[in-house]
């Protein structure tokens, strides 16, 4: 049974959900995206996206009208397999298409782009075997990434940076996906021990050094799993 967060880009709300693999992801269009599809390869029993995410899914695949395999989706950032400040760790990102042919591929990519639903479909070039798409939320810190996070900020992104924190040991005492007083702090020491502007904002330079440490480290005794 996972436990899945949808963040609602709309209200700012965080919902829980609690599904079996084989069921339906939350906001998904009929039977068109599972929970082990979604999770991809991760073996988080945590996993979360937007409910924005969702429907750019519903808007493509209904409009493609058949199945679409996923290969992946979401993985917590400690767990690694992506670059850094990947999307996929925000839980808005899907690679689909591997099992079906070049000219199917190119049908959902056409689909995706034309739709404009998405913030970025990768171009075909870059990802010959496979489609890229994502659902970004928020204006990024760094010229790409994540969005600059403070005091009140909520939603995917927090998660990411909570779970990273957490990973390299400084503990936000939750996995909530809103930035309180105990991110900030969480997010201080950080700074304080990196060399970093100690302002409790994760922006452009927080955000790299971060990443860049904890991508791929492994679950690590420090991690929570609410």
């Known amino acids: 049974m996972a436990k899945i967060i949808v963040f609602d880009v709309f209200t700012q709300a965080l919902e829980k959900f609690y599904r079996g693999e084989d069921d339906p992801m939350p906001y998904s269009y009929g039977d068109t995206m599972r929970v082990k599809e979604f999770r991809g390869s991760s073996r988080s029993n945590v996993l979360w996206t937007t409910n924005a995410a969702m429907e750019s899914w519903n808007a ?46 190119n049908r959902i990519w056409n689909i995706a782009n034309d739709l404009n639903v998405w913030s970025y479909v990768e171009p075909i070039s870059m990802t010959p075997t496979w489609v890229h798409m994502d659902k970004r939320y928020g204006p990024p810190a760094c010229s790409a990434g994540y969005p600059l996070l403070s005091i009140g900020s909520r939603g995917v992104y927090v998660l990411v940076l909570q779970d990273a924190l957490n990973a390299l040991g400084y503990n936000t005492k939750t996995l909530d996906g809103a930035f309180g007083t105990n991110t900030k702090n969480a997010l201080l020491g950080y700074q304080r021990n990196n060399g970093l502007r100690v302002d409790g904002i994760c922006g452009c330079t927080s955000w790299t050094k971060i990443v860049n440490e904890v991508v791929g480290i492994g679950k690590t005794p420090t991690v929570i799993d609410p």
């Open 60 to 105: 493509t695949r209904r409009t493609y009208g058949s199945p679409i395999p996923f290969r992946f989706a979401f993985k917590r950032i400690w767990e690694g397999g992506h670059g850094k400040q990947s999307q996929h760790y925000a839980g808005v990102s899907f690679d689909v298409g591997q099992a079906l042919s070049q000219a199917q591929r």
